[in-house]
């Protein structure tokens, strides 16, 4: 069993920038990918960011340039930075690991509100 805990959401004023934290309660195997997601009031759930077991990365287009997926193996943590922060960015954002053979474990989320 893993359990996904994201931190390190919170108020911003546009143009700022916030680091989020999703810490897994072990390692995991035969993960596929790892990624970043957020969903809006109103909004359906969104793709912000995805990093394979290789480590290539892809970005949803509105984040491209703006943030950056990282992952610490040693931790068992994936990072989400974020620059230049605009309010469309207001989201509650969600950590998810995609796992070969075991399914996929999603974060309870964190939100992170941008103030114009």
């Known amino acids: 069993q893993v359990q996904l805990v994201e931190s390190g959401g919170g108020l911003v004023q546009a143009g700022g920038s916030l680091r989020l934290s999703c810490a897994a309660s072990r390692s995991i195997s035969f993960i596929k990918t790892m990624g970043w997601y957020r969903q809006a009031p109103g909004k359906p759930r969104e793709l912000v960011a995805v990093m394979a077991s290789g480590g290539s990365t892809n970005y949803a287009d509105s984040v491209k340039g703006r943030f950056t997926i990282s992952r610490d193996n040693a931790e068992n943590t994936a990072f989400l930075q974020m620059n230049s922060l605009k309010p469309e960015d207001t989201a509650v954002y969600y950590c998810?690991?995609?796992?070969?053979?075991?399914?996929?474990?999603w974060g309870q989320g964190t939100q992170v509100t941008v103030s114009s």
């Open positions: 998810n690991t995609e796992t070969v053979y075991r399914g996929t474990y």
